[in-house]
């Protein structure tokens, strides 16, 4: 198990940009396959982003591919999310996610496939 810690929320106009960085903590990091999943007022958590261990294979949901960027140092155990050309309707909590992977390619994009969760960081998107 590993926790997961989420920072670089804020507020943005649209069109602008932030990163979002997930430390997390734990020896098994590196075998971890991690996601980025967020949750705007009154709807269910929606999947953004995976990332496999190994980092080789990325996968991304329709709304945010092209601008929005998963990346991950496991030297420093800490995955990020690069955040392009954001538009209000990126507005949300955006978490952090992750499990061991079952392979070095493995990545997932399903709420419950996911062990460990952060506590979410506010991004806010203004029109």
């Known amino acids: 198990q590993v926790q997961l810690v989420e920072s670089g929320g804020g507020l943005v106009q649209a069109g602008g940009s932030l990163r979002l960085s997930c430390a997390a903590s734990?020896?098994?990091?590196?075998?971890?396959?991690m996601g980025w999943f967020r949750q705007a007022p009154g709807k269910e958590r929606d999947f953004v982003a995976a990332i496999s261990w190994s980092g080789v294979y990325t996968y991304y949901a329709d709304s945010v591919k092209g601008r929005f960027t998963i990346s991950r140092d496991n030297a420093k155990n800490m995955v990020s999310l690069q955040m392009n050309s954001l538009k209000p309707e990126d507005t949300a909590v955006y978490y952090c996610a992750g499990r061991i992977g079952y392979s070095s390619g493995s990545y997932y994009s399903r709420e419950g496939e996911y062990d460990d969760w952060g506590q979410g960081t506010q991004v806010t998107v203004s029109s």
């Open positions: 734990g020896r098994t990091f590196s075998r971890y396959a």
